[in-house]
């Protein structure tokens, strides 16, 4: 499956946005999907990850509560709301993908499988 992250951008603290994880090639609807990010300097980190039938969600303690993981399986597509962002949150965001049919939801990023090319999100104070 080929991941194609978008959405990001430049934006002051408290405002929200959405990433957009377009996927084609296999069967999306298999997929488990999860969200990543890097800051500058430091190692990638777990964010958000949702079930191939969207019915389990898991997040990060750092962004429950404003962050959002969906996905619209007749789209291929997964989302992330972000609300409230922060400075701190400035990173590059990747999606990936585990699967088909996994079991796991996982925050650990060496089970994902496929990964998307990162979208910069940046948050001015």
């Known amino acids: 499956v080929q991941l194609q992250a978008s959405g990001g951008g430049l934006v002051q603290a408290g405002v929200s946005l959405r990433l957009s994880c377009a996927a084609s090639?296999?069967?999306?609807?298999?997929?488990?999907m999860g969200w990543f990010r890097q800051a500058p300097g430091k190692e990638r980190e777990f964010v958000a990850a949702i079930s191939w039938s969207g019915g389990s969600t898991y997040g990060a303690d750092s962004v429950k509560g404003r962050f959002t993981i969906s996905r619209d399986n007749a789209k291929n597509t997964a989302y992330l709301q972000m609300n409230s962002l922060k400075p701190e949150d400035t990173a590059v965001y990747y999606c990936?993908?585990?699967?088909?049919?996994?079991?796991?939801?996982?925050?650990?990023?060496?089970?994902?499988?496929?990964w998307g090319q990162g979208t910069l999100v940046t948050v001015s104070s």
């Open positions: 990936a993908a585990d699967g088909p049919m996994s079991s796991r939801l996982s925050r650990v990023a060496g089970v994902y499988d496929y």
């Open positions: 090639g296999r069967t999306f609807s298999s997929y488990n």
